[in-house]
């Protein structure tokens, strides 16, 4: 008979697989995911396993379990984004739609028939409603008989009797485009569980294995989008900030993302260096996905025009740091003495970003200071001052707020999202080159 796995999504078996479990399907977990835990086997889910009489004796349970939401983002920043799984959904479609009624055969016709018509009419969010159905009815593909279940939707009944049992019939060629919009039909808060209990105790799995890890690993020789996204900064200051701060703000997404360590690879830091990184990636062929993000000031547009003449591959993203409200009448120190004036795109390295609470000395912002004049681009650019005093500030705060997370609702992170979150965005277009203008 063998022993399975389960994925489920909000209580619904979406998944199984013999002996071992689908590495796709563990990218969407991280080990710290990992529960080990005594439940009675009567607990197990009844759409798989009925109802179960366990004399009351517990069984070790092994799993990874995380939230709905949780797994959303983390697709999103994989390249899994509704858009791009909605142009996939499209393409496939006609695909399948093209087989059908290109296939000859009487008897296939007469099956095919109902079903084209059926997805001649459907979209992307068709199928989502479809999974709420099949979810609330307890409804599974393996004992499903029609005249049994009579009233369903057209498409439900499609899902139910395709032979695409993998995706439920939904159009799509991974996985995970499929997982990101059965997503849609579950509620942020429920949970995504891997039961690999069954294996374990067949030992297929130890106990103690980073089955994750270990799924992971088998897939990155081959597709880069498994592996870790490598972001480079313009130095070691802006890697620290941006690293730690991504573990604290956001952790179920801090493992899928690796940050240059300018201390061990010996690079020097700068726009310019980081432009001269950019262009030994792309001469050495690099696979993995890379950000390479810019300070939002003078020098680093400047920096960033030496890319003109290099052909960036699609896994290569260059960006900068994002404009910011509070730049945008900011004080500037100059020969007419403090004016406030807009200074994104001039002024704005890392520690413009580090919140209110840091940039107030006393009770009053520390003042940008303007330095050279870059004729290239007919701007100055501009520096705050004393930024070792700014940064000290900040980490600070952050090393509070690594001791409780309770006390991160009482600092001011939105110039660290805005970062973080142009890192999550970087692949859902299609631009090799993102700049604030």
């Known amino acids: 008979m063998g022993s399975y796995t389960e994925l489920y999504l909000d209580n619904y078996p979406v998944l199984s697989s013999k002996s071992y479990v689908i590495p796709e399907a563990m990218t969407i977990f991280r080990e710290t995911d990992k529960r080990v835990y005594k439940r009675n086997s009567s607990k197990r889910n009844p759409l798989i396993w009925g109802d179960i009489d366990d004399n009351g004796e517990a069984e070790t349970t092994y799993e990874y379990s995380t939230t709905v939401s949780k797994v959303i983002d983390r697709l999103e920043i994989m390249g899994f984004t509704l858009s ?9 479609l006609e695909e399948i739609i093209d087989e059908m009624e290109n296939d000859n055969s009487e008897f296939m016709e007469e099956i095919y028939k109902e079903h084209i018509e059926t997805l001649k009419k459907v979209n992307v969010q068709s199928f989502i409603s479809g999974f709420s159905e099949i979810k609330a009815k307890k409804l599974m593909q393996y004992n499903f008989e029609a005249e049994k279940h009579k009233g369903l939707s057209p498409i439900v009944s499609y899902m139910l009797s395709s032979d695409n049992e993998l995706f439920l019939g939904f159009p799509c060629n991974n996985l995970r485009s499929f997982l990101r919009v059965f997503l849609e039909s ?5 949970l995504v569980i891997q039961d690999i209990t069954e294996v374990v105790n067949a030992g297929y799995y130890n106990p103690e294995d980073a089955v994750c890890e270990l799924e992971i690993n088998s897939l990155i020789e081959d597709f880069d989008v498994n592996s870790k996204i490598i972001v480079l900064t313009e130095g070691s200051s ?3 900030i941006l690293e730690r701060s991504l573990k604290l703000l956001y952790p179920h997404l801090h493992g899928y993302y690796s940050f240059m360590d300018f201390g061990i690879s010996n690079a020097s830091g700068g726009a310019s260096a980081l432009v001269t990184q950019i262009k030994s990636f792309v001469g050495v ?7 390479a993000i810019f300070d939002n000031d003078t020098t680093a547009y400047s920096a960033v025009r030496g890319l003109s003449k290099t ?8 960006s900068h740091y994002p404009k910011i409200e509070i730049a945008k009448n900011y004080p500037t120190q100059g020969p007419s003495g403090i004016v406030n004036l807009d200074v994104n ?3 704005c390295s890392i520690e413009m970003y580090l919140g209110r609470d840091v940039l107030i000395d006393g009770d009053v912002f520390v003042p940008v200071q303007w330095k050279g004049y870059d004729s ?11 930024k070792a005093a700014i940064q000290k500030r900040f980490f600070t705060k952050l090393s509070e707020c690594e001791k409780s997370s309770k006390r991160i609702e009482d600092y001011d992170w939105s110039g660290i999202r805005s970062i973080l979150d142009v890192l999550f965005s970087a692949f859902h277009g299609q631009s090799r080159t993102k700049q604030s203008s």
């Open 238 to 240: 802006d890697k620290d």
């Open 345 to 347: 795109g001039l002024a």
């Open 186 to 190: 579950c509620p942020n808060d429920s």
């Open 285 to 291: 062929g690099i696979a993995n996905r890379v950000i």
């Open 84 to 92: 791009k799984v909605e142009q996939e959904f499209k393409d496939k």
């Open 311 to 318: 052909t960036l591959r699609r896994n290569i993203i260059v």
């Open 376 to 386: 290239s681009q007919n701007k100055y650019q501009g520096e705050l001052i004393n």
